[in-house]
């Protein structure tokens, strides 16, 4: 989510090994998948839906993700009056004071047409956040931090402002891979939502198991052409991804908003961002420990919140 160079085509798969993995290991893999509802993998999605909502007569199309794509976005950390106004958020939030919530910015790159070099899965996908990493972990999120996901594996890379004793790269998870073009399949048309910014959204989002945990996208309604390209085929621009973060004092994130700056169809270029996967990791990264439930040995004091994502179920 690891090669400096990396092939067009998928490397031939390695011959099946009938050795049985070591339980800590495959018990650490377990741990580190965690319940998507179908958007980075398929665990606990049966039969017959599989994890999908059909549409029903009078809603809208689905939207797609290009196959290729770039875009910056402004993140919101609201942490007051979110009940009274809750996402999706125009940017800035409509409702909401500055005293409401945190901005940070960061920036995503997403291409469909990648195979790793490994043939483990397909897609490619990074997302980097500046000075305030993804607020769904417990502790402060006052660091840099990436998400990359090359096929079915998920990385989590730290750069110089990361805190003392954590490592540069670690592994997230060996099955999370990148959303598909047509994921928004996996979420359910929310009606009310939708009729945020002056009705002017597709918005597709649910509550997460007993938790209640938020996971939302919000598309625009009307197609457009990216900016700066008058001669592109119009289509409907993600607006915004929300979610809930972990409340706990640290990082206090109980509702998160990524509105998404300049969303552009343009292929990123490795250089400048999954190739950091081959600089900064080893061959085999040690597991991240950033849920208090992805590693066994991690103080009770920071066993996880009751909405933590590391242990959502259907």
Same mark, same amino acid.
């Given at each position: 989510m690891c090669l400096l160079a990396l092939g067009a085509q998928a490397a031939p798969n390695p011959p099946f #090994?009938?050795?049985?993995?070591?339980?800590?290991?495959?018990?650490?893999?377990?741990?580190?998948?965690?319940?998507?509802?179908?958007?980075?993998?398929?665990?606990?999605?049966?039969?017959?839906?599989?994890?999908?909502? /059909?549409?029903?007569? +009078?809603? /809208? !199309?689905?939207?797609?993700?290009?196959?290729?794509?770039?875009?910056?976005?402004?993140?919101?950390?609201?942490?007051?009056?979110?009940?009274?106004?809750?996402?999706?958020?125009?940017?800035?939030?409509?409702?909401? !004071?500055? #005293?409401?919530?945190?901005? !940070?910015? +960061?920036?995503?790159?997403?291409?469909? @047409?990648?195979?790793?070099?490994?043939?483990?899965?397909?897609?490619?996908?990074?997302?980097?956040?500046?000075?305030r990493c993804l607020p769904i972990f417990p502790g !402060? *999120?006052?660091? @840099?931090?990436?998400?990359? @996901?090359? +096929?079915?594996?998920?990385?989590?890379?730290?750069?110089?402002d990361r805190p003392p004793g954590t490592p540069q790269c670690c592994q997230f998870s060996l099955n999370n891979h990148p959303p598909r073009q047509d994921f928004i399949r996996h979420l359910p048309y929310n009606q009310a939502e939708s009729s945020h910014l002056d009705n002017s959204l597709q918005a597709y989002s649910r509550l997460v198991g007993p938790q209640k945990i938020l996971f939302g996208y919000a598309f625009n309604k009307k197609a457009a052409r990216d900016s700066g390209a008058p001669a592109g085929k119009p289509y409907r621009h993600p607006q915004s991804f929300y979610f809930s973060g972990d409340p706990s004092p640290e990082p206090d994130a109980p509702?998160? @908003?990524? *509105?998404?700056?300049?969303?552009?169809?343009?292929? /990123?270029d490795p250089a400048k961002t999954w190739n950091q996967v081959a600089q900064m990791c080893p061959a085999k990264p040690e597991w991240c420990c950033l849920f208090a439930s992805d590693c066994p040995d991690k103080p009770k004091s920071e066993e996880a919140n009751p909405k933590s994502w590391a242990t959502a179920k259907p």
């Open positions: #090994d009938p050795t049985p993995l070591p339980w800590q290991e495959l018990a650490a893999r377990l741990r580190h998948t965690y319940y998507t509802g179908g958007v980075h993998n398929e665990k606990w999605c049966l039969p017959p839906f599989n994890c999908t909502y /059909p549409r029903q007569p +009078g809603q /809208p !199309s689905n939207p797609l993700f290009p196959k290729w794509w770039v875009s910056e976005w402004t993140m919101y950390r609201v942490f007051k009056n979110y009940e009274q106004y809750p996402p999706p958020y125009a940017s800035p939030p409509a409702g909401l !004071s500055p #005293d409401d919530y945190e901005v !940070s910015y +960061g920036a995503s790159y997403y291409d469909a @047409s990648y195979v790793p070099a490994d043939g483990d899965g397909a897609g490619a996908m990074m997302e980097h956040y500046d000075k !402060s *999120n006052h660091y @840099s931090c990436s998400f990359v @996901s090359l +096929g079915n594996k998920a990385y989590f890379l730290r750069y110089a509702i998160v @908003s990524q *509105n998404y700056d300049n969303f552009r169809a343009e292929k /990123p």
